[in-house]
Every structure is written in C-alpha cells, then in structure tokens.
C-alpha cells in the first residue's frame, strides 16, 4: 500500500472510512458521464408533482372528513403525513433551484409547499445550503454530524437522550435552537445562520410559518384542540418522524466518512452519503432515496436522479454506496452503533473498532 492510500473495504454496501487523498474520479467525470438532459428542469413535470401531491392531501382530508372516526385517523395520520413529507420534497426542490429556472416560481412553490407543514422555506433553505457546502465536515456540516468521543463522554444524560434515542421528533427543536453546539434560529434575521442581504428572505417565511401557526390556532379555538389533533398533529408528528428518519439515514451509518480540517472537499465529503431503498414509498417522495446524486449535483430534478443516479455509479464503482437492507434493520443498527468518532484523525468514521489511521 502506497503512502497516499489506506485499507478501503465494504460493509453491507458501505465503504469503510479510509479513502485516498485524491478520488480516482473528478466532478467533471461524474458530470460528463450524466446525460445533459438531466441537469434540466421541466416546469411541466414539477408542476404536475407538485399539484399531484396537493390533490391526494386534499382527498385524504374529504375522507377523513366524511368517515370522521377513531378507528380511521391513525390510518390517515399515516398516510397524510407521508404526503406532507412529500410535499417537503418537492419545496425541496425549490429551495435548490432545481424545480424550475425561474426564481420566483421556485419561491413561490416552496412557500405553497413548506409554509402549511410548518417549515419556514427560506430559513431552512439557507441552511440546507450550508450543510451542502459543508456535508461530512466535522467542523462546518450543518445536520446529523457526529461529535467526538471526549464530547459524547461529557455529554449530560438529557443531551444524549434527545441527540441519540429521540431524535426523530429532533425537527422542530432544531427550526428554533439549530443543532447541538450551534447557535441559532431559523426565524431570526440576525441569526448566525444568515447574512445580512438574506433578512428579508427570511422575515417573508417567518411571517408564512407564523400565519399558517395562526390558522391552526384559530381553527383550535373554533372547532376544539380534537379538530386540531385529528386534522393535523397526527399527520404532522408522521411527516416530523419521516423528515428525520430519512435524513438520518442519509448521513448516518458505521463506516461512512468524516473529514477534518483541510483532508475535506466538496467532492470527497458530497460522497460520504449513502442511497436508501424504502420500498412501495420510494416513489411516493419522489425517489429522495437518491441521495448520493443530489448531493454531488443540486441542480437535478428528483424525476431526473434516477437516471443520474445509474449513469454515475459506473464512474463511482466501490465509492457509490447504497444499502437495499430493510430501513427499520439500518435506523435500528446506525442508533445504537453512530453515538460519536474517535478525538484524533482526519478521516474518521463511528465504528468503534475501526483502525481508523491519519492520510499523510
């Protein structure tokens, strides 16, 4: 083995954490090799997404409705939370430009998607795109980074209990206080989070969250705090769940790695992420699943990462990692191995055990 490699293996189609100084591919190699078409959106099929996923929350609200009954709503909740995580994917879209070419469409849309499930679109857009910038940087990464050994020890009890067995309700905590050892919220313009040419992007979605917190607290007051658990915490509570569950697991597993100081790049810690297969659903949140492929090029569509995905993974060949293992086998495995990453090395990873070495 050379001085500029260590040991690379797979582990239930993950890679290990050791990975050489310069990958064998570039981003233009991975670009060259995803056919053009991919990189353009189409107003047409973002709308028909977008609108389909309008239709069937409507539907399920008229069933809902019209059956009004106890034996039904945990069924619903199921189902309308799912479509309200769907929703979130396509103002996901959005807030990567990549739903249209037009800005303010994709604004527009992304408040019409994110306002009524409670996300605030440019707020949690604009932070979204740090930990882009940043993704498996120990230091920079914005969401479900690890912290080190000597952290996890000195943790209090209530922190590691929230961080490590409750976080999929982690969601909304983190719109109002960020991650743990960030400061920061997603509804103040002053906040680190922003800069300061961003103010007004983020008072427009502060005052769509706040309106739509606003319906719900009149429709409360009308129609009684059952009318509120029936119609829209039960759902809301699933697509939270969702949210966390999937971006989890993107970004969580034994033997993914992470990078500090200058051992990181864009491109090394873009692939630091691992593809998902989540069955009969996969289509259902337009294939978000994709993951590795969104995060090397943003400005893909979601109906377009299929595509890009299979045109990809030859370049990528041993460094593309996708697990097809059942997700409730993966969330259960990544909970209660992923807890922290050794004090010292650039490249680490949460295997314990991992000989994890220093890349000179």
Partial sequence: MNSNTISFNNHQNTASPDEVTTLPFSLGDLKAAIPPECFQPSVVKSLFYFFRDIAIIASLYAVAHHFDSWLFFPIFWVMQGTMFWALFVV????????????????DLVGHLSHSPILVPY?????????????????????SWYPVSESEYRKMPLEQKIGRHYLFLLAYPVYLFKRSPGKEGSHFNPNSP????????????SAVCWW?????????TYEWGLMWFVKYYLGPYLVFVVWLDLVTFLHHTEPGIPWYRGDEWTFLKGAISTIDRDYGLINHIHHDIGTHVAHHIFLNIPHYNLLKATAAIKPVMGEYFRKSDEPIWKSLWRSAIECHYVPDEGKVVSYTYDAKVKEIK
Wanted: hydrophobic share 35%.
């Fill in 91 to 106: 103002g996901h879209d959005c807030g990567h430009q990549s739903f249209s070419k037009y800005k303010w469409l994709n």
């Fill in 122 to 142: 440019h707020g949690w857009r604009i932070s979204h795109r740090t930990h882009h910038k940043n993704t498996a940087s120990l230091e920079n990464d914005e």
């Fill in 193 to 204: 989070l922003f800069k300061p040419s961003e103010k007004w992007d983020v008072i427009t």
């Fill in 211 to 219: 309106a739509m917190a606003a319906f719900l607290a009149f429709g």
